[in-house]
């Protein structure tokens, strides 16, 4: 470029650069031609390169080679030069950049030069840019009493507001100036007085006592702004300088905080804001949405929230997305204290879940499940599960979490909570967190009038459809603790499932075994399963000694192990199959280390080799004969888990080794014993405790009894 080209030439042959090469290439011969111009001397044209560079600095290319042309500019006594140096400092400059602490000194000259433009420039860029130094430094020149041209008490009170930022102890300086500027008739003046006095209150406990005594006077101004008539000077939308407005309400809420007298001042000017603001466009909007936010932060009457939160139904219908997403987000802050106020807009509420934005769909499912009480658990269900069959998958784990907790806290009946968890497996098990399945299957066991229901339910659902692994897993739990009631005709579902023989359940579980859709853990679940059955259901035990054998040599090693141990049950120890496999015990919900699943889910960690060894010794019996057998001992390698949910820590497992018995035998008058190595596991550290039921046969009659073992070594706990 020849030299003195104008800035307008510059920006045209930039805008004309066809490829973003092109444009490079010029930026660079313009940088280069300024960086020549600001070697030489003064020649007129510091202030034109300068302001071209800003512009190159404004497309995003390096600019920082002219910081030292704004600090000589800015020494400068010409206005115009003054002026541009002034605006490349507050564009090139900041705090943490040594050549911002060479023009403290110009800026502290031109304070108290004697053109108020001048001294505007230096307010503003101090206001800007200016580091805690520079304001510790220059405080003293800012004296809002001195600024009484009536364009500069705004920058000074902004400038102050800045410096008040970055060193709050400069607030008691700024004080008793503050509280005159709420004298001034001009608006800007007055912006700049309440957002001042705002930040002083917020960073002192004493000057917010203070100025709590001009909460009248700001009521005043207040009521002038709301029933003022038209000036075309402040108008916006209808509404009187909406700006100052905004900052009233907010240095209000502040002042009214905790305090009933300066609360008691201004209710009715809040009423009088709410019922008297148009909120058809968005400036109203904003007005009544900071007068919420007072209403709700202050100590209010009753039926001024109320009014407030009918605002924020108002709200809800508003075209405007971003209204709406701001509604709901203060409708769930205040659901837990005004909760029957917002249960009158879960219609309103329901309906946004149906909204194309993603962040208002989320928000209004948040406030949703925020809202599920006794009272309406069944209807906002309805609504919350048709929800879920169309909700994006980001939102899926999400929902059901939260239907599980509602229907955890407000189930009307067992039957309906069963019924509610296995509709959310079937619409979305994929997204259910790990410990649903434990948590159902707990419920499932203390219903225990609903297990002929239930266990039908769950294995239509089985034949339907075995792609929902946690569904399939409670399927093939339930089936294998109570499959025997599915032969039985009598159940309480309407239309139970036809099951004519034990083959049909078998082809069911073996369907789950060889489908490749089945995850380890769920053939496990089935594999089990199909062993309870043995038991359950008598006749056609042969089948299901050939499905577990197949599996001896699977290549799984979970799976193998399981068909190995259970082989040994039907030859080794066939005599203790029954009792081993028997059903379940309730789950007692109140044990150690049991939650509902509020907590964050994880999956079951599989633990290192145990680390304990403890030796169990029964009670040796006066009988010539007896024969212990460990509660459900199934071989030397059996684990038996139990599922710890914390809330502070990821899930963890207890694991239980139990060795064979040394012996079957005790003989008479203690001269002998039967001991059982078990290794455990306890990573946790929780309170232990085993149940064992000890079988035997004293004088050809059969025995039982249950102990509870309680005694382990602090240790292992």
């Not at 509280?179 to 002083?200: D, M, P, Q, Y």
Request: hydrophobic residues 40%; neutral net charge.
């Amino acid at each position: 470029f020849p030299k003195g080209r104008s800035s307008r030439l510059m920006i045209r042959v930039i805008r004309g650069a066809r490829t973003q090469g092109e444009e490079r290439g010029v930026i660079q011969r313009e940088c280069a031609a300024i960086r020549a111009q600001f070697r030489q001397a003064d020649n007129g044209t510091r202030s034109h390169n300068l302001a071209k560079l800003l512009y190159v600095h404004m497309l995003g290319y390096p600019a920082h080679f002219g910081q030292m042309e704004c600090v000589r500019l800015i020494a400068s006594p010409r206005y115009n030069e003054k002026r541009v140096g002034y605006l490349g400092a507050m564009m090139l400059l900041d705090e943490k950049q040594d050549a911002s602490l060479l023009i403290t000194n110009s800026i502290k000259n031109d304070l108290s030069h004697s053109s108020q433009y001048v001294q505007s420039l230096a307010l503003c860029t101090l206001a800007c840019m200016g580091s805690a130094e520079m304001c510790r430094d220059l405080a003293p020149e800012i004296d809002l009493m001195k600024l009484t041209v009536m364009t500069l008490p705004f920058q000074a009170a902004l400038c102050a507001v800045h410096m008040v930022r970055k060193v709050p102890e400069l607030g008691e300086l700024f004080t008793p100036a503050a509280r005159s500027l709420l004298s001034e008739k001009n608006h800007g003046v007055l912006h700049g007085a309440v957002v001042l006095i705002t930040e002083l209150c917020e960073r002192n406990p004493n000057t917010l006592e203070q100025f709590r005594k001009v909460v009248p006077e700001l009521v005043l101004m207040m009521k002038g702004l709301v029933m003022s008539g038209y000036s075309p000077e402040h108008n916006v939308a209808g509404i009187s300088d909406p700006f100052l407005q905004v900052r009233i309400l907010r240095l209000l809420r502040i002042l009214g905080r905790n305090n009933d007298t300066a609360s008691d001042a201004m209710n009715d000017l809040l009423a009088q804001v709410a019922t008297n603001t148009d909120s058809s466009k968005t400036a109203g909007s904003a007005v009544l949405y900071e007068t919420v936010l007072t209403v709700m932060d202050i100590k209010s009457e009753s039926g001024l929230r109320v009014l407030a939160v009918n605002i924020l139904g108002r709200f809800l219908l508003n075209n405007d997305r971003n209204i709406r997403y701001i509604s709901m987000t203060s409708l769930q802050k205040i659901v837990q204290t005004d909760h029957n106020a917002v249960q009158r807009h879960r219609g309103t509420i329901v309906d946004c879940l149906k909204d194309q934005d993603a962040s208002v769909k989320r928000r209004a499912l948040e406030l949703s499940l925020a809202l599920v009480s006794a009272v309406n658990i069944r209807s906002l269900m309805k609504e919350l599960l048709l929800f879920l069959s169309s909700c994006p998958p980001e939102l899926r784990a999400h929902t059901t979490s939260g239907i599980f907790n509602a229907a955890e806290r407000y189930a009307p009946s067992q039957r309906w909570h069963i019924d509610t968890i296995l509709h959310v497996l079937t619409t979305a098990g994929g997204d259910v967190r790990d410990e649903t399945v434990p948590n159902l299957i707990q419920l499932i066991t203390t219903a225990t009038e609903l297990h002929c229901y239930t266990v039908h339910k769950l294995y239509r659902a089985l034949i339907t459809d075995i792609s929902v692994q946690s569904l399939v897993q409670v399927a093939c739990w339930c089936i294998g603790e109570y499959g025997d009631l599915l032969l039985r005709g009598e159940c309480e579902e309407t239309e139970p499932v036809q099951v004519h023989a034990l083959d049909d359940v078998l082809d069911a579980l073996e369907t789950v075994l060889q489908s490749h859709m089945s995850s380890p853990a769920t053939r496990g679940f089935a594999l089990t399963a199909t062993m309870k059955l043995s038991t359950r259901i008598t006749h056609n035990v042969d089948r299901i000694r050939s499905i577990v054998s197949i599996y001896g040599s699977c290549i799984d090693v979970e799976l193998q192990q399981r068909a190995v141990e259970y082989n040994a049950l039907f030859k080794k120890y066939d005599h203790m199959r029954a009792a081993v496999l028997e059903r379940m015990p309730v789950i007692d919900k109140s044990s150690p280390g049991h939650t509902n699943g509020e907590s964050a889910g994880g999956t079951i960690k599989e633990l290192e080799p145990t680390k304990l060894t403890h030796e169990i010794v029964f009670p040796q019996e006066p009988s010539n004969q007896a024969v212990c057998d460990l509660f459900k001992t199934l071989g030397p390698s059996y684990r038996l888990f139990m599922t710890f949910v914390s809330h502070s820590h990821p899930p963890q497992s207890v694991q239980l080794q139990m060795k064979a018995p040394s012996g079957d035998v005790i003989p008479a008058h203690g001269l002998g014993q039967v001991t059982q190595t078990v290794l455990l596991n306890n990573p946790n550290k929780v309170s232990l405790k085993i149940r064992v039921r000890v079988c035997y046969t004293s004088q050809s009659s059969v025995c039982q009894d249950t102990v509870q073992i309680d005694s382990f070594p602090s240790t292992a706990w």
